[in-house]
Each structure stands twice: as C-alpha cells, then as structure tokens.
C-alpha cells in the first residue's frame, strides 16, 4: 500500500468502526432502554454526609421501583452527579446529568446555592427537577420545570420563632446563622416573626461555612443576654456551636433549623446536643417513614434523617410522575402537574400554583442521644 | 467593651495554633527558600492520626500522641527528602507546584482513607471551666496557650544554645554563606522538616482538642493563615512569624466581635495585602534576597 492509500484504509476502517459502534449503541438502546432518572448533591466536601444520604435514598426508591417491575416495565436508572454545595458545580453537574447522561428527570439533592443555579439550567433543558431539601424562594422561580417538595425557607423561619416565643417561653433572642441563601432565607423569617409575636432579637449575627471556632461569636451572646438561641446552619458548624456555648456556660434553650437535624450532629456535639430542638418536616411517629428507615438502615447501617427521606419522596415523587405521565422529559413534567396531592413517608403533601408545598412545620427535639418527636407547627400559623 | 479580655483569651488561643503551625514553614523558608504549602497537610495528618490510633485502635493519649508525632516528623522528612531536595536549584515557582502537588495529593489520599466527613475527636482532657470575673477561661485554652508559648521559648532556645540550632540560624540568615563555611545544609534540611512538621502535628492535635473534631479539609485554610503569618512576620524571621501568628489570632477574634464573623477570612487576607504594601519585607523582616 502506498501511503497515501494506507491512510485511506485506515480511514475507512475508522468510519466502519464508529458506525458500527453507533449501530451498536441504537441496538442496545432499542433493547433494554432504562429510564435514567439525574441525582445531584454535595457526594464530596463538608455537607458530603447530607449529599449521599440523600443519593442513597433515591437509589434505595429506585431499586424498590425496579423490583416491582419497574416504570411500565422498563427500569429506572439512578446517575448521579457530585457539586460539592458549590454554586458553579451544581451549574456542571445538571449539565452533565441531562446532556451526557440523558437524565428526562432531576433529583436536586443538594443545598439552596447549588440548586439556585442549577434551576434555569434545568429550565433552559426542559427537564423537570424536583428539590428533596433545598429551601430558596428563588429555585422554584426559574420555571414551570422547577418544583419542591419541601418547605420555603421563610416558612421554616417562621415556625422556628413560633417554637422559640411560646414552647421557650422566650422574649429575646440571639440568631446565629450561616452566610449563605439557606441561612440568610430562614434568619430573616425568623427575626422578623420573632419580634412580631413580640419578642425581641438582641444579636442577629452571620458566621461562614467551614467556621470552627465559635468562642468570639458566643462571647457576644452572652453579653446579650438572650433567653433563647436560634442556630439556622448545618451539622457541622451547629454540632461545635453548641458545644462551644455549653463550655462557655451558655444554658439557655436551643431552636436550630433542619440543617442540625442530621444524626451526624448528635455524633459531634455528643452531650451538648442534650435538649436542642431543631425543625425537620418529618414525623417520625408514621409507619410509613418507620418503614423507610428501616429498609435504609439495614443497606447503609445508619438511621436516616430528614435529609435522606426527603430525597426518598423526591424521589417517589418522580417515579409518580413517570408512571402518570410517561418516560420523557414532557412526561415528568405533565404527571407532575396532574399530581395535585401526594402521600410520601413525611406525610401528605399539597402542591401550589406555584409548585411549593403546603405542609406543616414538625420539630424533634434531641433526647438520650436520638432524635425524638417533639411538636407540630401547623401550616396554617407558618405561611 | 465589657467581653473585650475574653475575645482577647480567645484569639490568643487561635494565635497559639497559628504559630505552632507556621513556625516550621519560616524555618523551611528561611533555609531552604521553600514556600511549603504542604505543611497544612502534615497539621492535618496530626488530627486525623491521633483520632485513628486513639478511636480505632483504643490507643491511650500518650503514646497516640507520640506516635503521631514521630508519623509526622517521618512525612516531613520525606517531603524533604523526595519532593523538595531533587528540587533544591529548581525556580521557586517549581518547588511552590510540587509543594501545591503534594498538598493536594495527601489531602486526597486522607479523604480515601478517612472519608470526607467530620469526625468527633476524643476529649481525652476533661473540660474545666475558670471564671475570672467576667472572663471564662477553659483547661483547654489554657493547655493550648501553655503548650505554645513553652514549646516557641524551647524553640528559640534550641535555635541559640544548641549547634544545630545555630547552624540553622546561620543558614536562615545566610544560606550560602553558611554553605561556604560548612554548614551541612541537607542534614539541617532534615532536622527542620522534621522539628517543623512535628510542631503542625502537634497543633492538629491541639485542635481536634480545642475545637472537639477533626477533617481531611481542615489543613487548607488553616495552612494558608500560617502562610499569611510568615510573610506578614518577615520571611525568614522566627519571632517576626510568631508575633504575626499572635496578631493574626486576635485580629480575627476582634473582627468577629466587633465587625461580623462572615468577614474574618476577608480581615486576614487584606491585612496581608496591606502589611505587603506598607512593609514589603514583613513586620520584622529584613530585606528579602533575591538568590
């Protein structure tokens, strides 16, 4: 062969071989074309324990769909995608779900900044996302393809100072908080709610993810001299915050947001977690979550949260929607829509206009090292 | 003004650490011209060896510790030995990506090997809590100050009495001068990456004390603060490094409470930039050769 012949061959073989192997590819699909369902959350960094829990939840739904047949007969396939709780990442992470993966549905595992940026992703997609725990207003403002299954941030807020003024029988209070959307949404609500039953918020004060050492920020609570202590963060910073402040000699009451309502809290701040009451949209008296975490704690050996049952009915919600409205993108979307209540394993469930729920606030308080149901703010007082 | 003694405590605390931790990257800068960003992956290995040899292999305290210790004196040496000498006449922006390298490379391994989650560390001091007046001051704190303070006079004296120690100094001040007269410049190497990369594993520990956890992130940010105190102290200067550690602690513990906790990190890194601007050479640093 001369060379230029060679090339030739080489070429030809070369485009045989990728026809062959999209051929292939068509084949495979035509055959057993499983429904690949995107789940993206923070799988890495600091908020890594919530991100996989809630992934396994999902995968945990998944795998009881398929074994019962599955969607119409076809499985469900489970892609995940790791954003760290970074805003950029959670941009690259719905990306790689839909255009690489073809996921017709998303699963936002993830926090509000990663899930804020994700939604007009989703939207410019038409793919339809459904958000396990992420409490921004403004993710479910990216569009019709955008929809929750927990509640706003502003709504928990407000559930937090009604538990703080009337169960801590509290007049003023000091509001520590994380410096981002999550903390800054429910901080807000929940000075503005606070002091309009009355009370008074004497030190509203930020701290940053990754923050270890809470002594100064104690310090100036307790020269403030609250009654309470509202903690709107995450297990992390919440489990050394409230150690921190029982080594200080700070006794007061505790009322923290579901970002403490994790079992990984418990674990860091040990005794100190004695008492606290976070907010955490699951009751934990229903067969149905009984079940759920029983079924989740024989797989990964550990006791599910809030976090992971919410990525459950995310989940499930999903599933719903396919078998309603059909294997697409469109069909999610329309199954959604036809899917005006729902029952999942934190209870009942009603969609907006505006694809939030209406549900009520229910909060645990931490007794004997377990989390244990404490009380229910209805809907009606939180809205 | 009333808490301003406690936030004074407790930034001194946080200082303490600091200094633990960036007194080995002066001395390797000093003699050896190294910007060694690793170091923040010894201080974490110091954290996360003792969890595991006290958590997972119910070792008591003291010889966890000392194991840790000598773990970590061993990573410093190797560091030496095969990441940074091969490089000794390489440009310093190589040495800085091997550096960066290995920082990486080690922090990746420990989410491997440890997970990526937050671990409780054992609190094998148990807590007291002193008020004095209306300042609370815990063992811990004390323990952490104590410790730091001791172990910087040891330091300075080590540095002024013992050959070793002047050798050293000799070589921060001079190095090639130093090699001129003799001075074995890879066996002193070797002394203070070992010396340096014990202190970070001590103050690893120190935190998983003070601060009740321990991470395979916590060396990254904390390394960078230690940074920011050897160049606001004066490259290559000892005492320069740990008063800049002490102000950099207090610095954050005032910006906390006096202007918000969000803004800590911004404070530190443009005092940086500020100290750079005024005083190129740092708060007792002198002029800075250009080898």
């Known amino acids: 062969m001369t060379r230029n012949e060679s090339r030739a061959f080489r070429l030809r073989s070369t ?73 950029s990442e959670g941009i690259a992470a719905v990306q790689k779900l839909v255009s690489r993966d073809g996921a017709i549905a998303v699963v936002s595992c993830s926090y509000s900044g990663a899930t804020r940026s994700a939604a007009p992703v989703a939207q410019q997609a038409k793919v339809p996302m459904v958000v396990a725990y992420a409490v921004h207003p403004d993710i479910t403002r990216a569009g019709e393809y955008a ?29 520590l908080w ?19 039953l009355g009370g008074q918020v004497v030190l509203s004060e930020p701290f940053a993810l990754g923050d270890k050492d809470f002594t100064t920020l104690l310090t100036k609570v307790r020269a403030a001299t609250p009654d309470v202590l509202l903690v709107v963060g995450y297990y992390n910073e919440g489990a050394l915050l409230v150690q921190q402040a029982r080594r200080l000699g700070l006794t007061m009451p505790v009322y923290a947001s579901d970002g403490l309502s994790a079992p990984k809290f418990v674990e860091l701040a040990g005794t100190a977690a004695e008492g606290v009451v976070v907010s955490a949209a699951t009751d934990l008296t229903s067969s149905l979550f009984k079940a759920f975490a029983q079924e989740f704690e024989a797989r990964h050996k550990y006791v599910p949260d809030s976090v992971p049952s919410h990525g459950y009915d995310a989940m499930l919600v999903v599933l719903e929607a396919l078998r309603r409205g059909g294997a697409s ?35 645990w308080k931490i007794q004997g090292g377990r989390f244990t149901q404490y009380k229910l703010v209805p809907y009606d007082r939180v809205k | 003004m009333g808490a301003l003694p406690q936030h004074l405590v407790n930034g001194l605390t946080v200082g303490s650490l600091y200094a633990l931790l960036a007194i080995g990257l002066s001395l390797t800068y000093g003699v050896l011209r190294i910007i060694h960003i690793a170091h923040g992956a010894v201080y974490m290995l110091g954290g996360m060896i003792s969890y595991t040899l006290m958590v997972r292999f119910r070792l008591p305290p003291l010889p966890a510790i000392a194991l840790t210790l000598a773990a970590c004196a061993g990573v410093g040496v190797v560091f030496e030995r095969w990441a940074y000498r091969p490089l000794r006449t390489a440009p310093i922006i190589v040495t800085l990506i091997s550096s960066l390298g290995l920082l990486l490379m080690v922090e990746n391994l420990a989410r491997i090997a440890w997970g990526p989650l937050t671990q409780p560390y054992p609190q094998f001091v148990s807590l007291r809590v002193y008020a004095l007046g209306s300042v609370i001051v815990t063992n811990l704190q004390l323990l952490v100050l104590a410790l730091g303070l001791a172990l910087m006079v040891a330091l300075q004296w080590c540095l002024r009495h013992t050959q070793v120690g002047l050798a050293t100094l000799a070589a921060v001040q001079n190095p090639r001068g130093a090699r001129l007269c003799g001075i074995d410049i890879d066996a002193i190497a070797l002394v203070i990456f070992a010396v340096g990369s014990g202190l970070a594993g001590l103050a690893g520990i120190l935190e998983g004390l003070y601060l009740t956890s321990v991470d395979p992130s916590m060396g990254q940010i904390f390394g960078l603060k230690a940074f920011v105190a050897v160049v606001v102290g004066g490259l290559g200067s000892i005492a320069g490094t740990m008063l800049a550690a002490y102000l950099i602690g207090l610095l954050e513990a005032l910006t906390a409470a006096y202007v918000s906790a969000g803004l800590r990190d911004v404070i530190t890194f443009a005092l940086l930039v500020l100290v750079l601007m005024v005083r190129p050479s740092g708060l007792l640093g002198r002029r800075v050769d250009r080898a």
């Open chain 1, 15 to 87: 485009v045989i071989g990728l026809a062959l192997a999209v051929a292939a590819g068509g084949i495979a699909a035509a055959q057993a074309p499983d429904i690949k369902v995107g789940v993206f959350g923070p799988l890495t960094g600091p908020a890594a324990a919530d991100g996989n829990g809630c992934l396994y939840a999902t995968q945990l739904a998944g795998d009881q769909a398929n074994a019962k047949g599955g969607i119409n007969g076809r499985k469900v396939t489970i892609v995940s995608a790791d954003d760290q709780a970074k805003p």
């Open chain 1, 147 to 175: 929809w929750r299954i927990f509640s706003l941030g502003p709504v928990q807020g407000h559930a937090i100072a009604v538990m703080a003024r009337e169960d801590g029988k509290a007049g003023r209070a000091a509001v």
């Open chain 1, 178 to 196: 994380a410096k981002n959307d999550y903390g800054e949404s429910i901080s807000t609500a929940a000075t503005q709610r606070f002091t309009a």
């Open chain 1, 329 to 363: 993108a469109d069909g999610v979307l329309k199954g959604l829509g036809e899917m005006k209540e729902f029952t999942g394993v934190n209870g009942t469930i009603v969609f907006t206009p505006e694809r939030e729920i209406r549900t009520d606030q229910s909060f």
